[in-house]
């Protein structure tokens, strides 16, 4: 089933979804290659097309990848978190998102299916043009998969905490860890609900510069 959003609509209200992910119903490989096929129609450096999607069904694995992230969860969540200004909408949201945060870390291998994106070689310690040319030539295309979702009634949310120990869900998922580099760990479900708000965000106007920094 399509939502038949507009593109803004679509842009505009995909979130990172945790606490209204439907654990309880599969989802399809159908719909999931049917998102995937609109995903690989994103820009790639060199039309390098070096990108890899790992769908994991497997309870075990799930588990296994869920335990990984919510190891690094707890020292994460136990940091102190970042202050901001009186009135900045980032702080009065911060305890609702790490509460969806936390959500999503004690259950996160409820989700029918978790999703790896990974880009040929290892970008460890490489000059920044070159890793901004592999991501650059990844992360579109992991976002328009987000994007495809959305519009078919399913959400997902970008997290990275499993990748302190990327070498672990590599040998646990066959990955060659010295030939691809993980770039996050999706939760994939159908949503609880399709309506989706305009989130609030500091104006455009903050972050904008014209020809200089100053």
Known sequence: MKLNLTADEVLATTRSVRKRLDFDKPVERAIVEECLELALQAPTGSNSQGWHWIFVED?????????????????YASMPGREYAAGD?????????????????????????????????????????????????????VWSFMLALRERGLGSAWTTLHLPNEREAADLLGVPFDQYTQAGLFPVAYTIGTEFKVAKRVPAEKFIRWNSWT
């Open 59 to 75: 309870q075990a694995k799930k588990k296994a990848l869920a335990d990984i992230y919510r190891k690094n969860w707890e020292v």
């Open 89 to 141: 909408t980032r702080g009065e949201r911060m305890d609702k998102v790490r509460d969806s945060a936390s959500y999503l870390a004690e259950n996160f291998e409820r989700a029918p299916l978790l999703m790896i994106p990974a880009i040929e070689g290892r970008l460890d310690n490489l000059p920044s043009f070159m890793t901004a040319s592999a991501w650059g030539s990844l992360l579109p295309a």
